[in-house]
């Protein structure tokens, strides 16, 4: 797409060390890994066609992924898509797999998935964690993590990283929360309080679920705004297949956003952000509700029966959202504006009016607006895949394990 | 920063190609001219150690680079940093260059940016552009682009590539406006203007801006959003080093964020959009006066002198400034906000008002906003920069001139 002229960064400035042969061979194991894991079962001559490497080159490298446990040849008989004889190559479906965490405001839940996508092991707690002090969570999801990993462990994988989602703002250290409004928590060091021995990421739940829907979404494009809701309202901007994640680790707050800039005060001290107008409370409030557990079933099942007062209260929260949308798509000019979380299960009464502002108000062609079919699933998703991702990325990052 | 769990793009999924002596070799002659750009001059063996090579390495990348017109050597009695004895490197002066070229919507300019980031010729026409066509302005141009090439020849520098930078919309493909109301172009082909023999990039003006900030602003940093203005307000997103273009090449639409939803009607189509309240025109109107030439003189000017409706005007406009940058700033995380174009020269007015919105609304610890010293040149120098850049990042582009 872009001309050589568009290249704004010095390729041979923003990088530690030179470009050696052992750079080469890392990125050649994960182009290995990436075609097997896309188009596999694929013999060593397929493989090596796919990624234009030699034969002799890539046997290499399989010998390497085997020996790690992250590719498995699954014999000469195999029959079907491998044209030529000989073995066919696989990902693995035992050795190294990926732990997701999710510290939700009224539950947790963990679940393992191996190098192949497929989730493995999977438990959830219920219980409200608004108030509780990130030592006594962390301690209960620990052991949570320890019974899925056993549990996976029983299967022939071991945990190559746990990623964790939390409801909050995580600095770029990828282990701090700088602020978790809903929890209660502040510069909380989550780093601190779980096993050393795991490579550990803590990230925003809005993160984790854009890139469920990047990995994982039928069609997703490589450039499009994930907008998510919990008790509040989060977006992650994805661009070219990254998260755009803000000098800090803070960006995609989409919630607070001005949309009516002379409007409600809001504890963030702003003045008319978007949380206020279409944030769970704020719906809640509009639609004469109280509080309480399972909000977002609650709103679905009274429009549903046709509750007015709901309609109306999720219609105004759409509108809402598409001022808001309708700045950010003009800032960003993603692909697609994809609703996640809470917002999926909304969408059919939040969608009509969100589109009418986004469509009367956009210069030009109109962004297009796509419900997600993770859901509230897409964060602990997303968790798990990040750390499979890691390892498809640079496979020696598990090479030391036996 | 950022740990190896947040690495969401495959490394083996994005490049068409595989990773080949070539391309390393390729990166390597990168890092060469980086390191002798940044810090030169240098032996060879001080830039084999500052890039990590051998100097055996260094010298066979050292000779084609000389070769091809992009080093030169300064001789063995040159003093000063350079700690052995031997040849001193050092950017050639002479050799390739890149032409920048701006259409203003009422002034044409270019100019020549050696591969030391020198400028060594320019030249500018004044005279309105909005309504000629295309072709026209683009006929003018070119006899500008020729006379300024012809500059720089007689001193032995030859033009690498051509960048023209527009206060419109670009699309991806580097040379179609889509969009330049303030000059009624729409859907002009502007590569098709051009002569074909030399590499041609169009961009929007405010993207040249971030860059010239990003290249060659003191202490900028690598994160941040470039506001501009002229008639319109445009804005350019830089993460990490890079533009932020948007899908179709329309990021950065800064101007059409709404700011009063039920605000004035925009020509955009929108409601209430941030140039309905801070475009050039929305402060004329407000402060009373009648557009015509050197609109920001003219405001700069009866602000200067105390015109009591102009600092109002002005005021107002850094408000509605403020309320745009707030949501842009909780999208984005930028690591500071800067004013160029002419935004910079307006700025004593604006300021006070804008920061008093970031810093009211602002959730956590408050954006910084700076003021660009390249002001209104920053498009044209940006644009010629972007032609050196693109030669210093892969040197062989030029290779195969005499």
């Not at 004889?85 to 797999?97: I, K, W, Y």
């Amino acid at each position: 797409m872009t001309s050589p002229l568009h290249e704004e960064r010095a390729p041979g400035t923003d990088r530690a060390l030179p470009d050696t042969q052992q750079g080469m061979r890392r990125r050649n194991l994960a182009r290995v890994m990436h075609a097997v894991s896309a188009e596999g079962p694929l013999s060593r001559a397929a493989t090596a066609s796919r990624i234009g490497l030699t034969r002799a080159a890539v046997s290499t490298l399989v010998d390497d992924l085997i020996r790690w446990g992250l590719l498995e040849e699954l014999g000469p008989e195999r029959p079907g898509r491998v044209g030529r004889p000989g073995s066919a190559l696989a990902v693995s479906g035992r050795g190294p797999a990926g732990i997701g965490a999710e510290i939700g405001v009224d539950h947790l839940a963990v679940c393992t998935v191996d190098l192949r996508g497929v989730v493995r092991a999977r438990a959830v707690r219920h219980g409200a964690n608004r108030g509780r002090s990130p030592q006594q969570v962390a301690k209960e999801l620990v052991a949570l993590v320890h019974s899925v990993a056993e549990e996976a462990e029983r299967e022939g994988l071991w945990p190559a990283g746990l990623a964790v989602a939390v409801p909050g703002l995580v600095a770029r250290d990828g282990r701090t929360v700088v602020r978790a409004p809903n929890l209660g928590w502040h510069d909380a060091d989550l780093g601190a309080l779980f096993p050393g021995n795991l490579p550990l990421t803590v990230d925003n739940e809005a993160n984790f679920g854009a890139l469920a829907e990047l990995w994982l979404g039928e069609g997703t494009p490589r450039d499009f705004l994930h907008v998510s809701a919990e008790i509040g309202i989060g977006a992650a901007v994805v661009v070219d297949g990254r998260l755009l994640r803000g000098t800090r680790g803070f960006a995609g707050e989409l919630g607070h956003v001005p949309v009516r800039p002379d409007g409600r005060a809001c504890p963030c001290g702003g003045r008319g952000c978007l949380e206020q107008y279409a944030g769970e409370e704020a719906v809640l409030r509009a639609a004469g509700l109280e509080p309480g557990e399972d909000l977002v079933d609650q709103l679905a099942g009274r429009a549903e029966e046709g509750d007015e007062n709901v309609r109306v209260a999720l219609r105004d929260a759409g509108t809402a959202l598409g001022v808001a949308l309708t700045g950010a798509v003009n800032l960003l000019d993603p692909e697609t504006v994809v609703l996640g979380g809470a917002l999926s299960d909304l969408s059919p009464w939040l969608l009509p009016s969100l589109q009418t502002e986004l469509t009367g108000r956009a210069a030009g062609p109109v962004c297009p607006v796509a419900v997600s079919r993770l859901g509230p699933q897409g964060p602990l998703l997303g968790a798990a895949h990040s750390v499979v991702r890691a390892v498809l990325d640079d496979p020696t990052v598990v090479a030391e394990r036996p």
